[in-house]
């Protein structure tokens, strides 16, 4: 392999070939970027579920995808199929994948309406916290493969190998909010470790529903500002009061530099480095040092080889809650010190709210985007800065800059941390 | 050949209704006799499952908060996960639990059957069932319970617990979950992109929300306990499940050489796949996937769910491929542990391995054993889909050849 094809420590170099994404501003990157650049928010009253008696009554679902059945499996099956569609046709490639397949997925359960239509056909109760006795002898009587296939954490990857021919078992993980970004980083370590030339990275998340945002809400993680929707999301400013449940999906082609070139692929951008880190605090709570935070970005930069200085842009995790905000604020200053000024730091969260499951990877197709382009998406919902967040957000409007290296973080649940730098297509 | 980078089993951390730790299972897997199943058939009827044994875990979760922030599902696989870091000697080194990478094969956490009840029969008086949802769901659910059911927290609580924060992944997937995970530690450690992973997975049988998963195809062994190779389809056929809890430490050999750590067995293959496994398929595959597997001295763990027809096919690839080997089937002795079954059989794999276990039968279709094997073999059919198949050697002890790399 010559040079040009291996990183600072002889590894392979990764090629983004292809990407797809679904947000609530539409399908397509297409439309997503118009929308992004244009500081367009895809927040919404939730209609998918009546909402009057709850104190979150907005979202960024994505109710234009036409599915099946109403459950979690199909909208993020549907969501990541046409992802990947869009994301295989821009690669250029046809037929079988022939590749592994990291797909992040959210944690899925039956659906209410499944629970609901088992009780109306099983037995009466005979005591109380008796319904699944109940359900049992139901399925006994009568199987329901449907009921099955909708609570099964392997279905989503099973569908997308067989429509896409990937090679081997697929890997389906959650990593909380950072599994977009984890499923990137798994996609990048196969080929780096020589057990194939091309991985396809999938991120999806279909899964909201009403317990999903009671679970949310009841940990106080969800912004209550309600009216007017699209005003809710608004990271690093003081009003801020938390993230804005969302939708969306998003694929990566990754091939080997050099397998790219050799098929005559567009080299989009380079997947540099990954880096990630375990923190040990809270369940849900971020170290309030951020030392997590900074590990795994350092981590990234360090497997990127790249300087803090060489770092144009952040695409931030940029929740919009009041502590990640700070934290995320607080783990950049220590990485890039006085340099932070001079960086601009944008949250997609701000027009799309947060997609869970996906935001990895939209973000990461986001961040690619930018590079490409030569855009900043703006952190739109600025209008009141929090004065302990000295940042250049890109305030409300799009920026014209050429950047060549972006920094995307992702930050989850149970200590969750991943961070990608993804670098101009080596010219 | 040794090599720098092979992967080696340093720790195991397993439970199951056999008992805590590695102890009871080496006893296990070296008594001149079947192993005496414990099966509860009582609690869960017409469902039995294999329960856990008694446990006391504050051994391995000191704190009753932590305790507190679970429910047994997440007990038990931050529970074995300390039992593989003790075993490996590396509980109380915070440098190498600082730098240690995690990969957890999870399911999902327990429902609260009372609220889901609770909601259920209401539901049944009413014809407004989603504004009922939300009302009953704003004021009934635990938020911690919340914390308790996802994935992903079972690999969180271990940071919290143990420590473990080099990094945290959790794979899911049903049995393919666990499959993945040995099988990224393993290439990982291989292409020295980790030095140390802790892996595994746990399941908690004792649910009537797993069951009801398994009896949505009717897939559910019924009735009596009965043993695993003639289980039939219909009345009494299928899957019993087990309350299981697998963990292993895997370090490079360098690794753990350079801190003179116990080596169980070193991993020479693992890989998983999927797929039709209409006309002889599955089968193929299968051959793909040991094509590592040595012919002689070699064991099988088996790790066949239950489930007749594929049980039976499993049963005649392996007398196939590997018409030699004596084939132990585990969830016969302790039930299916789905997630955490693959993970199982390698800790199975490896205490034998360096037990030099002559292995007794599980089943009375097993035959016996006269030799210690060298080689174990180590299989997981999904239920519903997906394979895996890992191959271990028996570790010759230190010293006794160079590294070669």
């Not at chain 1, 605090?281 to 790249?306: E, Q």
């Not at chain 1, 490409?372 to 739109?380: A, D, K, S, W, Y």
């Amino acid at each position: 392999m010559s040079d040009a094809y291996r990183d600072h420590l002889g590894r392979p170099l990764i090629a983004v070939t292809g990407m797809g994404v679904i947000t609530s501003l539409g399908q397509g990157l297409q439309d997503n970027w118009a929308a992004l650049t244009g500081g367009v928010s895809g927040i919404h009253k939730i209609t998918r579920f009546p909402t009057d008696s709850l104190s979150t009554r907005i979202c960024g679902t994505v109710d234009f995808i036409d599915v099946p059945n109403e459950n979690s499996v199909e909208r993020s099956y549907a969501m990541a199929r046409e992802t990947t569609l869009e994301a295989l046709a821009q690669a250029g490639i046809s037929g079988d994948f022939d590749g592994p397949l990291f797909l992040a997925a959210p944690p899925i359960e039956p659906e209410w309406s499944a629970r609901f239509a088992l009780a109306d056909r099983s037995p009466p109760s005979e005591q109380p916290a008796d319904a699944y006795n109940r359900f049992l002898a139901a399925m006994r009587q009568k199987a329901d493969p449907v009921f099955y296939e909708a609570a099964l954490f392997g279905a989503i990857s099973e569908r997308l190998s067989d429509r896409f021919g990937t090679r081997g078992l697929p890997v389906t993980l959650s990593t909380a909010c950072a599994s977009g970004a984890t499923a990137i980083q798994l996609g990048v370590e196969a080929i780096r470790q020589g057990r194939t030339t091309r991985a396809l990275t999938v991120a999806t998340d279909g899964s909201v529903s009403a317990e999903a945002l009671i679970r949310f809400s009841l940990l106080s993680a969800l912004s209550t500002q309600n009216d007017p929707p699209e005003k809710a999301s608004k990271p690093f400013t003081r009003d801020r009061d938390g993230f804005v449940i969302a939708e969306g999906a998003a694929t990566l082609v990754l091939e080997s530099l050099e397998a790219a070139i050799a098929r005559g692929a567009k080299v989009l951008g380079i997947l540099k480095g990954c880096g990630e880190k375990a923190d040990l605090f809270h369940r849900t709570r971020s170290s309030p040092d951020g030392g997590p935070a900074i590990a795994s970005i350092r981590a990234a930069l360090a497997d990127a080889g790249i300087a803090e200085s060489d770092i144009g842009y952040v695409n931030a995790h940029g929740t919009s809650t009041p502590e990640n905000d700070k934290m995320e604020y607080g783990a950049m200053s220590a990485v890039f010190g006085e340099g932070l000024a001079r960086i601009p730091v944008s949250s997609n969260k701000s027009m799309i709210g947060h997609t869970l499951t996906a935001a990895g990877a939209v973000e990461a197709v986001f961040s690619l985007q930018t590079i490409l382009t030569g855009t900043l998406p703006p952190t739109i919902n600025y209008q009141n800065p929090d004065p302990a967040i000295a940042l250049d957000v890109v305030p409300n409007v799009k920026r014209d800059a050429q950047v060549t290296a972006v920094l995307s973080n992702s930050f989850g649940f149970g200590g969750q941390n991943a961070s990608l730098v993804m670098t101009a297509e080596p010219a | 050949m040794k090599a720098a980078n092979d992967v080696v089993i340093t720790g195991v951390g397993i439970v199951t209704s056999q008992g805590v730790g590695v102890a009871p299972h080496i006893a296990l897997l070296t008594a001149g006799a079947p192993p005496a199943v414990v099966v509860e058939t009582e609690r869960f009827a017409p469902y039995p499952v294999h329960p856990l044994p008694a446990i006391d875990w504050s051994a391995q979760i000191a704190k009753r908060g932590d305790q507190r922030q679970m429910e047994n599902w997440q007990r038990l696989g931050v529970f074995s996960a300390g039992l593989a870091l003790d075993d490996a000697g590396l509980k109380d080194d915070a440098e190498a639990c600082g730098t240690m990478d995690m990969i957890v094969a999870a399911g999902g956490g327990e429902r609260d059957i009372a609220v889901d009840s609770l909601i259920v029969d209401e539901g049944l008086k009413r014809n407004d069932r989603e504004h009922l949802l939300n009302e009953k769901l704003t004021t009934e659910l635990r938020p911690t319970l919340f914390l308790a059911q996802l994935s992903n927290l079972m690999a969180g609580n271990i940071s919290i617990v143990h420590k473990v924060t080099g990094s945290s992944r959790t794979f899911m997937g049903e049995e393919a979950a666990g499959i993945s995970a040995v099988e990224t530690a393993f290439a990982r450690i291989k292409a020295g992109q980790s030095s140390h992973t802790l892996v595994g997975g746990a399941l908690s049988a004792e649910r009537l929300d797993i069951i009801l998963l398994v009896e949505a195809l009717q897939a559910h062994a019924t009735g009596p306990w009965r043993q695993l190779w003639s289980r039939s389809e219909g009345e009494g056929g299928g899957i019993i499940l087990g309350s299981v809890g697998a963990f292993l430490v895997l370090e490079s050999r360098e690794h753990a050489e350079a801190r003179n750590a116990r080596i169980y067995a070193t991993i020479d293959a693992v890989g998983g796949d999927r797929g039709s496994r209409d006309d002889g398929r599955l089968e193929q595959r299968l051959d793909q996937l040991s094509t590592a597997a040595p012919a002689g001295e070699t064991i099988v763990f088996s790790g066949a769910s239950g489930l007749a027809a594929l049980a039976a096919r499993e049963r005649a690839w392996l007398e196939t491929r590997f018409p030699q080997a004596p084939v132990r089937g585990y969830s016969g002795a302790v039930g299916h542990g789905i997630e955490a079954q693959f993970p199982l059989g390698l800790a199975l794999a490896a205490l034998a391995l360096d037990a030099g276990a002559i292995v007794p039968p599980f089943d009375p279709s097993e035959p016996a054993m006269t030799r210690a094997p060298k080689h174990a073999v180590v299989t997981t059919l999904g239920h519903g889909r997906g394979e895996g198949v890992a191959v271990l050697t028996a570790h010759a002890g230190t010293g006794a050849e160079e590294l070669s790399s």
